[in-house]
């Protein structure tokens, strides 16, 4: 019980001085980040190519590069990649990779990661840290207000201001 209580102590502590990234109390972390989704033309940030004779799909410029050092592909499909006037590159990769290839166009857009939910920022830093496998470079802590959400307000903030020196038990330790 007693390691309860200090672990509800340093809670507290944490809870009052840590950062609160301009969010209103109640708050919690999650871990935010970034994905590209598909996009109408006129916003797209980059394209993809999707090639469906192998049901994948590759940002185009890396995958224009990767090309250019691929030994399997004839002499004319290289002198041709390389030449500096190469402007419709859908059109080579249907004439020389596969006759479906589509562009898609895409935007990065900021996601909050599912599944993430931290009462403090430092703990949320230390799982995006212990787990950066899951995520982009650019992950990050995001702070959250829980809106109209009153038992959360309540519990978080007995955790902040209840003081624990009034527990009789504890004063007779």
Excluded: C
Excluded at 44 to 56: F, H, Q
Excluded at 76 to 90: N, S
Excluded at 102 to 126: C, G, Y
């Amino acid at each position: 019980m007693n390691q309860d209580i200090q672990f509800l102590k340093e809670l507290q502590s944490e809870l009052k001085t840590q950062d609160h990234d301009s969010q209103a109390a109640p708050r919690f972390w999650t871990v935010g980040d970034y994905e590209w989704v598909e996009a109408r033309e006129e916003n797209a940030e980059r394209y993809s190519v999707y090639l469906p004779y192998i049901a994948e799909a590759y940002v185009l410029d890396d995958y224009l590069e990767d090309l250019k050092e691929d030994s399997e592909l004839s002499k004319e499909a290289l002198t041709e990649l390389k030449k500096d006037d190469f402007d419709d590159p859908i059109e080579w990769i249907r004439k020389y990779i596969d006759e479906g290839a589509e562009l898609i166009p895409e935007r990065k857009v900021h996601i909050i990661q599912p599944d993430t939910m931290f009462l403090t920022k430092a703990e949320a830093k230390s799982h995006i840290k212990l787990n950066k496998h899951h995520y982009t470079s650019e992950a990050h802590t995001y702070a959250m207000t829980s809106w109209r959400a009153p038992k959360v307000e309540r519990l978080l903030k007995i955790l902040e201001t209840f003081d624990w020196s009034s527990i009789t038990y504890l004063n007779k330790r």
